[in-house]
């Protein structure tokens, strides 16, 4: 029996599931703090193994005293000698320092193979043992659900855009109506207003992609006046045809009843376009959008439920993305940032993407962005090529 000794790591929850994720051994046994006594700090290694279909790999929790020294040397004596007759393997990649300490003690009067995993150069490295000076490369794949998972948390679903529901000719779509949500930014909330009024079954003459409807409609005392321009520009973009205006009324069909969703929302197209372009890119193992997720993941329905926009996963490193059309404030980068480091942990970048030019616009803001490690990409990187260029340059952070 392959057995993996792993020491919980408090601060770094991938340091916790990653050497095992690779190695695949059949048993993990972890080493930790008290708190291991408890189901709350069990769940995350077992969400993750079981969502990368690893259900079958045993666990074993040892929960100690991490301030006795001399106890938990004796405790480690007793634990590598009950697996002696194993192949046995124990990790120093995560773990207190006490911990560590007293693994190097037992190293002193038993022979162990003893790696660590070096996170960002994607590579196992054997340091005692048989193996001493053996390398594994590795290409890990997390999913936004087990990135998730392993820090204690639940991806529960997508919102309002929902990429496995997204066909090739959507996003083709969708950098198009890009450009003319883009062109069209001061006038777009009425149009978008319009639209949104265009869910009323009256206003739908076959089906509720097809409209006619008045030019103009007033609700609770606001009016919403379609702008022919703008339809026009989405027909050339293939968004809506068939359009058609006599003095009153204008007539057009939705390409379908999600783009019409979607042009209902006044604020989704920037992360819908940065989602397609890094979708096209292929730099990213994993790509989510209108990503909701939990704080937790346990029985009760009490939980603490944030949506992000845009999630990038390249191996283990992650980038979360806040999209925000109107000018940014300092919450916005306070909200990224935490759930960046509850989700994402030290190896993930928090970014805020905005169509306005952040540094001429709100350079306090901008300044507090550079001073929290939080990313920009504002008006000027927003052409394909700059935006798959900025990207590219966030993800080398993940190379250590």
């Known amino acids: 029996m392959k057995v993996l000794f792993e020491f919980y790591d408090m601060n770094e929850p991938i340091l916790n599931v990653v050497s095992a994720l690779v190695l695949k051994p059949d048993k993990v046994v972890f080493v930790g703090g008290e708190k291991l006594k408890k189901e709350s700090y069990r769940r995350p290694m077992e969400n993750t193994f079981r969502l990368a279909k690893a259900e079958n790999m045993q666990i074993e929790y040892v929960p100690v005293d991490i301030r006795d020294y001399k106890g938990l040397c004796a405790q480690l004596e007793n634990l590598f000698s009950k697996y002696e ?6 990790d120093i ?53 087990q990135s998730a998972a392993m820090s204690g948390g639940e991806f529960v679903r997508n919102g309002h855009a929902d990429p496995d ?25 009425n149009m978008a207003r319009y639209f949104q009024q265009l869910g009323n079954p009256k206003y739908w003459s076959d089906g509720e992609t097809n409209i006619r409807a008045p030019k103009r409609i007033t609700v609770n005392g606001s ?17 809506v045809d068939d359009i058609y205006m006599d003095a009153n009324t204008c007539s057009f069909r939705f390409l379908s009843s999600q783009m019409a969703d979607f042009l209902k929302d006044v604020g989704i197209w920037l992360e819908l376009y940065l989602y397609t372009t890094l979708k096209n890119s ?25 949506e992000i926009d845009l999630v990038a996963i390249s191996g283990v490193g992650k980038i979360f993305v806040s999209c925000k059309t109107a000018v ?10 935490t759930l960046s480091d509850r989700f994402g942990g030290s190896f993930s970048t928090p970014v805020i993407a905005t169509m306005c030019d952040l540094k001429k616009e709100a350079p306090a803001v901008f300044r507090r962005a550079m001073e929290m490690g939080v990313s920009v990409i504002d008006m000027d990187d927003l052409e394909e090529k700059a935006l798959t260029k900025r990207f590219e340059m966030i993800k080398k952070r993940f190379d250590r």
């Not at 997204?166 to 777009?188: G, H, S």
């Not at 379609?226 to 027909?235: G, M, N, Q, T």
């Not at 292929?282 to 939980?303: A, C, I, P, R």
């Open 85 to 90: 007759k194993h192949d046995c393997m124990v």
């Open 93 to 145: 990649s995560g773990g207190s320092d006490i911990c560590l300490l007293a693994v190097g003690q037992c190293c002193a009067q038993k022979e162990l193979t003893v790696l660590s995993n070096r996170i960002g150069k994607n590579k196992i490295v054997w340091l005692m043992g048989a193996d001493a000076g053996k390398e594994l490369k590795y290409d890990l794949d997390l999913s936004i659900a």
């Open 223 to 239: 009016t919403a006046t379609v702008d022919a321009a703008i339809l026009s520009e989405l027909a050339d973009a293939g968004a």
């Open 282 to 306: 292929g730099m990213f193992d994993s790509l989510e959008v209108s990503t909701v997720v939990s704080w937790d993941n346990d029985k009760d329905k009490d939980d603490i439920i944030n």
């Open 328 to 337: 940014p404030d300092n919450s916005v980068l306070n909200e990224i940032k």
């Open 165 to 189: 529901k997204m066909d090739a000719k959507m996003l083709e779509m969708i950098p198009k109506v890009f450009e003319v949500y883009k062109n069209n930014r001061r006038k777009w909330p």
